[in-house]
């Protein structure tokens, strides 16, 4: 099972005629999740063929309205589509009683749908979706407000049964060869005992990717990242302001790939940049630090 992200949205703080504010799909066969939902994301996952009513769950990073405003109106779409899944929808403290506030002004329109916020408090952890492939943990960014990265992950599988030693050991094809899979000793017609140890593989990790906007650069993101196939950071601003880039709470090309590096990340995705820069020329710049950079576009996919 393999992760496309669809970038929905790369403008940072506002949208551009390019760009659409904040937000990412991840998706695998038949569901997705949805990395923060800046105006404009619901139409944008419409655009990339994306079906609303297979999105697992809504994953917030902070308040700001470039990662926010599009949340009402996608709940209030999912409501109109009369869908009876529950939906997940974590963030930072401060959005329960936000989401609540809407609801009670009559905003939200969810009609039957159960939304289930998942408050990120302290150093995050676990975010648990019922019945998803996805497995999601989050971890506290350093931003101007309460701020939450995410990891997305699809769960290992285990290793390949090598068929030609299976057959050397006498092993009949068939179920057995099914328990041998799962690990369970099996007995053969003889009374031999065959164990499964040294006939599979090693497991085969599952896709991931972590997602950290909005950040300076940090501890958190660099763990976040660790190892994943991609890991999606924000890159406000070019190298030549980095003080500006602090001073609001966010990261320029060269840090992001400076945090992919540490984090031995595989690619790097920059995103959120700011209308005054390229992002071509920011993945260029940073290139002497990562291997493989790829400023994101929106609705252009990046497959892992
Ligand atoms: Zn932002």
């Known amino acids: 099972m393999r992760l496309r992200l669809v970038p929905l949205g790369t403008s940072a703080g506002r949208p551009t005629l390019l760009r659409g504010a904040s937000a990412l799909a991840v998706a695998t066969e038949g569901s997705w999740v949805l990395c923060d939902c800046g105006e404009g994301a619901q139409i944008a996952a419409l655009r990339a063929g994306l079906s609303l009513s297979r999105l697992d769950a809504v994953l917030i990073t902070h308040l700001h309205g470039d990662h926010f405003n599009g949340l009402p109106g996608l709940l209030g779409t999912?409501?109109?589509?009369?869908?009876?899944?529950?939906?997940?929808?974590?963030?930072?403290?401060?959005?329960?009683?936000?989401?609540?506030?809407l609801a009670r002004a009559g905003s939200l329109g969810t009609g039957d749908m159960e939304v289930r916020v998942v408050e990120q408090e302290g150093n995050g952890g676990e975010v648990r979706i019922e019945g998803s492939q996805f497995l999601v943990a989050s971890r506290p960014l350093t931003h101007r407000v309460p701020t939450y990265g995410y990891r997305v992950a699809l769960a290992d599988r285990p290793g390949t049964l090598d068929v030609a030693k299976t057959d050397a050991a006498g092993v009949p094809r068939g179920p057995?060869?099914?328990?041998?899979?799962?690990?369970?000793?099996?007995?053969?017609?003889?009374?031999r005992v065959i164990a499964p140890e040294g006939l599979i593989g090693p497991p085969q990790r599952g896709a991931s990717m972590a997602y950290a906007l909005d950040t300076v650069p940090c501890a958190s993101a660099v763990e976040l990242g660790r190892r994943v196939d991609a890991l999606v950071h924000e890159a406000t601003y070019e190298d030549g302001r980095a003080a500006l880039a602090h001073e609001r709470g966010h990261s320029t090309?060269?840090?992001?790939?400076?945090?992919?590096?540490?984090?031995?990340?595989?690619?790097?995705?920059?995103?959120?940049?700011?209308?005054?820069?390229?992002?071509?020329?920011?993945?260029?710049?940073?290139?002497?630090?990562?291997?493989?950079?790829?400023?994101?576009?929106?609705?252009?996919?990046?497959p892992l």
């Open 78 to 101: 999912l409501g109109l589509d009369g869908r009876q899944r529950p939906l997940v929808v974590a963030g930072p403290s401060g959005i329960t009683a936000l989401l609540q506030h």
């Open 176 to 191: 057995l060869l099914a328990e041998l899979k799962a690990g369970r000793a099996v007995t053969l017609p003889d009374g």
């Open 253 to 302: 090309g060269m840090e992001a790939a400076r945090i992919a590096a540490e984090a031995e990340a595989a690619a790097l995705v920059l995103t959120h940049f700011s209308p005054s820069v390229s992002g071509d020329a920011l993945a260029d710049e940073a290139r002497s630090i990562h291997p493989r950079i790829i400023a994101a576009r929106d609705l252009a996919e990046i």
